[in-house]
């Protein structure tokens, strides 16, 4: 009798779980029906992944009248926000066969890809809860706008779970991974802190070493100077005229005196909580807490960029212990900080309650007593 009233209550839970999932998926459906459109066409971001890849190794790869000119030609129409290629060489040098390709087919071989990497995440992905992960991918605002605008921010949760997944077994392959996301490199500045803490000595290596052969497969594909003007394009974003639309602390101090201050002040109080919960937790709770302060410090950090935060924030959520931490991570996995959108300072939804989730974290984790804090997987005494 036990067994078969637990598996009805499995049964039943199942059910909820598929029908607040199919709720999602028509609420994301309604609201964001008018941007299928320009989805079905590849007006989005990838067409400065198709633009950049034919530009590689000229000097019109950055910002110039001739990327536009390029891209107006190739698709028909330009996006004045993407008037440069926003990555490194050496990415548009392996989007390149792409542009074998018309621009119609190249964008679905495009989203193909983009699917085989999500599909890749959920394969790989080491963690429990899988359930809760689908129901709430299913309600992310985040995952739906990647998708629609071709963002390649996807291929990032397959890099993701490749290090989560192997950073004990084959730290080379963890190392690759990593190595991998400097695809944005900006969102995994505090990457080192827990590499350091946890004394994943072999991960940072190869990490270290993906990272020169990238640099050094860039420099070879590129033009001279390609660092320096990326490096403009890092420092003058348009994102500067529109800093409302980020989600790490530009959006939280936009309008206050003495910003770039605060912005900097704030990053070195998130790198000491990092650091700080990194010595005390999991692998797991300590790269979960990097890539929270990861977008709170970043300069460039956007609505789709947190789709890297939905198996962080299912974890989060799993683990946790206070209400305070279950409460700033469901509102996060939930559509409702990214329905408003304040153009004041210190009143943007998502940094906001992110700040409050690492303070949340560390304030719970500075109550526990003992081995069993939030810890899942590997102690952070444990030698790599």
């Known amino acids: 009798m036990v067994r078969r009233r637990g598996s009805a209550l499995t049964a039943l839970n199942r059910t909820a779980a598929i029908l ?7 609420f994301l459906g309604f609201r964001f029906r008018s941007n299928f459109s320009d989805a079905g066409r590849g007006m989005n971001d990838f067409m400065n992944v198709y633009t950049g890849a034919r530009l590689v190794g000229t000097p019109d790869q950055f910002y110039s009248r001739k990327y536009a000119e390029d891209e107006l030609t190739v698709t028909g129409w330009v996006l004045p926000a993407q008037l440069r290629y926003l990555r490194w060489p050496v990415f548009a040098f392996v989007s390149r066969p792409l542009t074998a390709l018309s621009y119609a087919a190249a964008y679905h071989v495009w989203q193909a890809l983009l699917l085989a990497a999500l ?3 959920w394969w790989l992905w080491p963690e429990p809860g899988r359930d809760a992960l689908l ?4 309600w992310s605002i985040p995952l739906v706008t990647s998708i629609l605008n071709g963002k390649d921010v996807i291929f990032l949760m397959l890099f993701l779970a490749g290090l989560w997944r192997f950073h004990e077994s084959r730290p080379w ?12 490199f900006n969102l995994f500045f505090l990457m080192p802190v827990v590499l350091i803490a946890q004394r994943k000595w072999r991960v940072a290596a190869w990490a ?3 990272v020169l052969a990238l640099l050094g497969i860039s420099t070879a594909v590129s033009t001279d100077r390609w660092i320096p003007r990326f490096i403009d394009f890092a420092l003058n974003d348009v994102a500067a005229k529109q800093p409302y639309t980020m989600s790490s602390f530009v959006a939280l101090f936009a309008g206050l005196p003495h910003a770039g201050t605060w912005e900097l002040a704030g990053g070195a109080v998130i790198a000491a909580m990092v650091a700080w919960l990194s010595l005390r937790g999991s692998f797991s709770f300590a790269l979960s807490a990097a890539l929270v302060g990861g977008f709170l410090t970043s300069h460039h950090a956007y609505l ?3 789709l890297l935060l939905l198996p962080v924030l299912v974890v989060i959520l799993r683990t946790a212990a206070s209400t305070a931490v279950r409460l700033f991570a469901g509102l996060l996995l939930s559509p409702l900080p990214f329905l408003v959108s304040p153009n004041a300072p210190l009143l943007a939804p998502a940094p906001l309650l992110l700040l409050l989730l690492l303070i949340a974290l560390v304030m719970e984790h500075a109550t526990q007593t003992g081995e069993g804090a939030l810890s899942t997987g590997t102690p952070a005494s444990t030698l790599d």
Do not use: H, Q, S
């Open 20 to 26: 607040i999932a199919l709720a999602g998926l028509v």
């Open 119 to 121: 599909l890749g995440f």
């Open 135 to 138: 129901v709430a991918a299913c």
């Open 173 to 184: 392959l963890a190392g690759l991974c990593l190595a991998l996301c400097a695809l944005k």
């Open 208 to 210: 270290a070493a993906g």
């Open 304 to 306: 789709f960029d947190l």
